[in-house]
């Protein structure tokens, strides 16, 4: 990274970072997804990696299977997603949900693909919300002390700019931490920069940080050692 040599200061701790994106099955051939990449989180196992901590990756259909992350679980799923997490979280000081979660899901999956008919307008595709796994993570808290850090993807509306939505997403979640990013207009996704500012779970900014993913990987252990107790 270009901070040069990293502090040891995740030695001995359990980490476990969620990356990419999950997908739901709309039939066997067809999903509904999203264009996370997941090169944020998989620099964010990386660096704590280089910190010394213990990592599992659960990582939703990243392109290749990344190197250097400590131990890589692959899902495709957000149910997945949620029992590799969960599982992993027993036993973790830090849980960092970096992973675009699709927040629908089809009710129904056929087992066959769905066809065209001649003439015929489509059939509706019938959705349901899944489980917030952040939200459930931070209520719950698995693990006594357990530090649970969030993403917020904002594009900014007529609601509000990215970082109000950003400060009311993080007072809704319950997370220790929510790293706020700009998305949409060719930011974060899929590039190798990012601009982020991380709030606490009352919505006060902790720090800003502008570089590549490396250097906002480094600034969001920075802001989680602080908040490390036991
Ligand atoms: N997240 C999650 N489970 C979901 C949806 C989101 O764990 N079902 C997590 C993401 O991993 C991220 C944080 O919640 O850390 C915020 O995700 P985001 O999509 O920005 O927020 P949502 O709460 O889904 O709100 P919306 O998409 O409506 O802005
Ligand atoms: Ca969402």
Known sequence: ASRGAHPRDLAGRRVVVSA???????????????SSSGKQGVALARAAVARGADVVLVGANLAQ???????????????????AVRSAAQEADVVVMAAAVADFRPVHV?????????????????????PDILRELATERLRPGQVVVGFAAETGDADGDVLTHGRAKARRKGADLV????????RAFGTDENDVTIVDGAGEVVETASGSKELVADVVWDAVVKRLTR
Request: net charge negative; hydrophobic share 40%; glycine share 14%.
């Open 65 to 83: 299977p990344p190197s250097g992350v400590g131990t890589f679980v692959s899902v495709v799923s957000t149910a997945e997603l949620r029992d």
């Open 20 to 34: 990419g994106g999950t997908r739901e099955a709309i039939d066997p051939v067809r999903f509904i997804g999203n």
């Open 110 to 130: 056929p087992d066959a693909k769905i066809k065209k008919v001649a003439g015929q307008a489509p059939a509706p595709i019938e959705l349901v919300e899944n």
């Open 179 to 186: 790293v706020v990013n700009a998305v949409g207009g060719g």
